[in-house]
């Protein structure tokens, strides 16, 4: 259930019963041959699944993020990381004025993560806010499904290849990881990288991803509970 589909009445009748909303941070930034939202589309999904088993409101997505690494690749859409800050941390305390404690963050792209720094000042600031953060790709749950498959996750390969991702045709041909030198700005990055994949298979079998899905999603019920 998405506050978009929703108006405030209804929103404040929610919260007569329940103090919980999902928050998806994602990114506007290169996949190669994956949608430029894939960092938002993948956390967006799960948040879906889990508010269909749970009720839980999911709030509007935050669409872009901070990737600065990628401005050389046309369509990638950067925020400053004080910015990016400044929006979650503004984000959270909307929500916490209005009555919402619960509250969980489904983080879809790793540029994001000094957010949680500033989330930590937060909810020392803020009584009775319990927050969660969760990077799907980061879990244990998804790392296991990797390993029992023998592959390996990176950015912009199988691992972020849903149907909902794809838009357009992959190489069939795994592509050898580049060697990386260290911290990049945006043109050397693209030099690096060319189509903007870090390597290894391009698709991996949708049973495998459904997998995936599912152990992520579980996760996230886990902690919605």
């Not at 619960?102 to 806010?129: C, F, K, S, T």
């Not at 849903?162 to 045709?169: L, M």
Request: aromatic letters at 10%.
């Amino acid at each position: 259930m998405r506050t978009s589909d929703l108006n405030w009445m209804d929103v404040e009748a929610y919260l007569q019963h329940d103090d919980r909303i999902m928050f998806v941070l994602g990114a506007c930034e290169q996949h190669g041959y994956l949608s430029l939202l894939t960092d938002v589309k993948i956390p967006l999904a799960l948040a879906d699944a889990a508010s269909q088993r749970t009720g839980v409101l999911v709030a509007p997505p935050l669409n872009f993020g901070a990737s600065p690494y990628f401005l050389a690749y046309p369509g990638t859409l950067s925020l400053r990381v004080t910015t990016l800050m400044d929006l979650t941390e503004d984000l959270v305390r909307s929500a916490y004025r209005q009555g919402f404690r619960r509250m969980l963050i489904l983080n879809g792209h790793g540029g994001n993560e000094p957010v949680r720094g500033r989330l930590y000042e937060v909810a020392d600031q803020l009584p009775g806010l319990r927050l969660r953060w969760y990077a799907w790709w980061t879990s244990h749950s998804v790392e296991q499904v990797a390993l029992n498959h023998g592959l390996k996750p990176s950015h912009a390969n199988w691992l972020e290849a849903f149907p909902f991702t794809i838009v357009s045709d992959l190489p069939e041909t795994p592509k050898p990881p580049p060697y990386i030198p260290g911290l990049m700005g945006a043109e050397e990055a693209r030099q690096v990288y060319g189509d903007g994949s870090f390597g290894g298979p391009y698709r991996a079998e949708s049973t495998i991803m459904n997998e995936l899905f599912e152990a992520a999603l579980d996760d996230i019920l886990d902690l919605l509970a």
